[in-house]
């Protein structure tokens, strides 16, 4: 139950600093998945203004489900496939525009592309969730010390490049499974995963889980499910009787594949899963393992002459979405153990809805117990609506969607409002927490909405029976450029919402957070909050959250750069990685910081670590950083342009350097330790030698990195280099 005090709201906060004009700057160079600026969804808005501004009908921008509860964010079932049929088609027909689905991917030709899928400080006690997870490991096992994957949630494994349980080390490359022992040093197994499936499996990153003897290997992209292809006439079967015209042709997509192996002995698939989508992501807690899915109804809109108006383009659309069945929206698997093979898609009447949606989104929860051997039919469970960013707790699921489908028709549909002094839509968050406390398939508990829009995972946090999130709403841009017409000035602020059902309701806030900025970083850790904003200078704002109903500012720190990750050294201590930025906002090099937070009110910056000419992917992928406690290391991955590697650490060569930056953090300061290079193996034309280093981690007294080109183990103590195992 959330504990509110007191049944306020805390009010806006001013802390502002100087805004003076500078050329360019204070935008990231770099997005992933997870982090998402709301520049560039309204660059996508305003594409679809550019283009459908001129005699389109004006429409509602979602449907409104009069046969489900009031309240965007409750949950109804439908009835039977006719029910799910007209309301999907009746809601897809009110938010289609003229070239299309808003924010789909769908071409005019049917084909759908793959998408990709596809995170505590001076003390050991303090350490991170996954090496402290590993620490804890070991002493009863026998087992190394070992770091984990850097998690956000102790307990709550994430996906990720490479994986190890303190024995082996994991991971998948060029579509070849590789399994290295962490005693002897050497490849014990290998899998190529397309010979493996038949082909099925695509050659290209994958991320992975492990639950003992077993990996979970998750790819964005695999083959079609290959029990439900279209007929001869290109009308797509129905098992309920609501089957298409040729109008509404339904073509099966590739999605994500995950493949279930078992690592023993040789490694060998067990068991594989085909679904049609993308892979949005996935959480595991012991050996279950939830996997979250998005899809968009498989239509194809017909090609128009040139001269049609956007009123005849979307008349046509609109035909098509009508004659369309209902095989069309709901996500088709096949599952393989053996020699058997199953088929199926997402039944209609475990398919839920809210009030008001767009019928071009159905967001599906699979689970999946990778102690069983088997993969199984995944157990779906399925609502109406859009997510893209996935937090998990030992409780709850959360999938959160900033709801862009909304923005783009409201932006097409005013067409040249923008320009005329009508106001830009702005985001709503919505969030959906689901119960995972029991066995089998995930329960809709509650959801709730905010103003803005998330940067990532780390922006929300469930504490004592509520969630905080933090959102920035408005539009943040560079000072030389000018404000956009009629844009709305960014700020960000921290809402605290109740998490018991149907619906979470909004208890206390805080708004004001980086008037004209955005949200660079954010990390709740117990009752304190941290957010950084940036567009010029970087403010690292402390936030009381003792009391959900008055959530408060209680310091602020303004430094030039920013921190794009924060990460818990100590209850008093944080490390922030980033870049580099001049008095007037210029973004340079590699930044690493060390903030001391004893006092909230006057938060400090001790110590800085900056690289010129480098950047680290550990500033937009958490998975990337390492920090191991009872050594006080630090290890980020970095690209350094020309900057020669020390002697003793690797190769000096010309050009873009790839290696991983080795520090040591205490409070004496920021050190460094070395910057580690991995030989080259040789590959003629590569630019890059031997690849990115894309992770580190901790094994007993072996610190290994992982790069396409190989793994390489070095002592944790010295960097010695031990072994260089190069992946054939």
């Not at 079932?77 to 309301?87: P, R």
């Amino acid at each position: 139950m959330c504990k509110v005090r007191r049944q306020l709201e805390g009010g806006p906060v001013s802390l502002r600093h100087p805004q003076e004009p500078f050329a360019g700057a204070g935008r990231r160079s770099g997005m992933t998945r997870h982090r998402r600026s709301m520049d560039a969804a309204l660059l996508a808005g305003c594409v679809l203004v550019i283009s459908g501004c001129a005699g389109g009908a004006t429409r509602p921008p979602v449907y409104q489900d009069s046969g489900a509860k009031p309240g965007a964010v409750r949950l109804m079932a439908f009835n039977s496939c006719y029910d799910a049929l007209a309301a999907l088609r009746e809601a897809a027909e009110a938010s289609v525009g003229p070239y299309g689905m808003p924010g789909s991917t769908v071409s005019a030709t049917g084909a759908l592309p793959s998408a990709a899928g596809t995170d505590r400080g001076m003390a050991p006690a303090a350490a991170g969730a996954a090496s402290a997870a590993g620490m804890a490991a070991s002493a009863s096992t026998g087992t190394p010390a070992f770091s984990g994957t850097n998690d956000y949630t102790a307990g709550v494994d994430e996906p990720d490049l490479v994986k190890t349980d303190g024995t082996r080390v994991v991971t998948v490359v060029g579509g070849v499974l590789q399994v290295i022992d962490a005693e002897s040093r050497a490849v014990t197994g290998r899998l190529n995963l397309a010979a493996a499936t038949g082909g099925s499996a695509a050659s290209q990153p994958a991320n992975l889980l492990l639950s003992g003897d077993h990996a979970l290997v998750l790819t964005s992209a695999g083959s079609a499910p290959g029990g439900v292809s279209p007929s001869a006439d290109g009308v797509s079967p129905s098992a309920d009787g609501v089957s298409p015209s040729a109008d509404g042709v339904w073509q099966p997509a590739i999605g994500p594949q995950l493949l279930l192996v078992d690592l023993t002995g040789q490694p060998h698939v067990l068991s594989s899963y085909s679904i049609e989508g993308s892979l949005a992501d996935a959480r595991e807690i012991g050996s279950v393992v939830r996997v979250v899915i998005r899809s968009q109804p498989h239509l194809i809109f017909p090609t128009q002459p040139s001269g049609a108006t956007d009123a005849q383009r979307v008349a046509a659309n609109q035909a098509v979405i009508g004659s369309a069945g209902i095989d069309a929206w709901l996500p088709h698997y096949e599952q393989i153990t053996g020699a058997s093979t199953s088929t199926g898609r997402v039944p209609c009447t475990d398919v839920s809805r809210p009030a008001t949606y767009s019928g071009t989104n159905l967001l599906t929860v699979l689970t999946f117990d990778l102690a069983s051997g088997t993969l199984g039919s995944g157990n779906g469970v399925t609502i109406v609506a859009d997510g893209d960013t996935v937090y998990g707790t030992s409780s709850s699921l959360y999938v959160a969607s900033d709801q862009r489908w909304q923005i783009a028709p409201q932006l097409a549909a005013a067409g040249a409002a923008v320009s005329s002094g009508h106001p830009v839509p702005q985001p709503q968050t919505t969030i959906y927490r689901f119960d995972i406390t029991q066995p089998g398939p995930p329960r809709f508990a509650a959801g709730g909405s905010v103003p803005g829009y998330l940067l990532d995972q780390y922006a929300m946090s469930e504490w004592q029976g509520c969630l905080r999130i933090a959102t920035t709403t408005g539009t943040s841009w560079a000072i030389a450029d000018g404000a956009p017409p009629d844009a709305q000035t960014s700020s960000s602020a921290v809402y605290v919402l109740t998490t018991r059902g149907p619906v979470m309701r909004t208890v206390g806030k805080v708004t004001g957070l980086g008037v004209g900025e955005r949200i660079y970083a954010v990390r709740f850790i117990g009752p304190a909050g941290y957010v950084v904003t940036f567009r010029q200078t970087d403010p690292l704002y402390t936030l009381d959250l003792r009391d959900p109903a008055r959530p408060l500012v209680r310091g602020a720190l303004a430094l030039t750069g920013y921190s794009a990750y924060l990460h818990p050294a100590s209850d008093v201590r944080l490390i922030g990685i980033g870049r580099q930025a001049d008095a007037v906002g210029h973004i340079g090099g590699t930044q690493v910081s060390l903030f001391d937070v004893s006092d909230p009110a006057t938060p400090t910056r001790l110590s800085t670590f900056a690289l010129a000419g480098a950047i680290s992917g550990a500033e937009f992928d958490p998975h990337a950083f390492l920090y191991w406690p009872s050594s006080h290391l630090v290890v980020v991955p970095v690209q350094m342009s020309g900057s020669p590697v020390p002697s003793g650490f690797g190769q000096s060569l010309p050009g873009p350097q790839p290696g991983a930056l080795v520090l040591r953090i205490n409070d004496a300061g920021i050190t460094e330790a070395g910057i580690l290079s991995q030989p080259d193996p040789g590959y003629a034309g590569n630019p890059y030698r031997s690849g990115p280093i894309e992770r580190s981690l901790v094994i007993g007294n072996t610190l290994w990195t992982v790069s396409i080109a190989g793994a390489m183990a070095n002592d944790l103590s010295t960097l010695r280099q031990l072994t260089w195992i190069p992946f054939a």
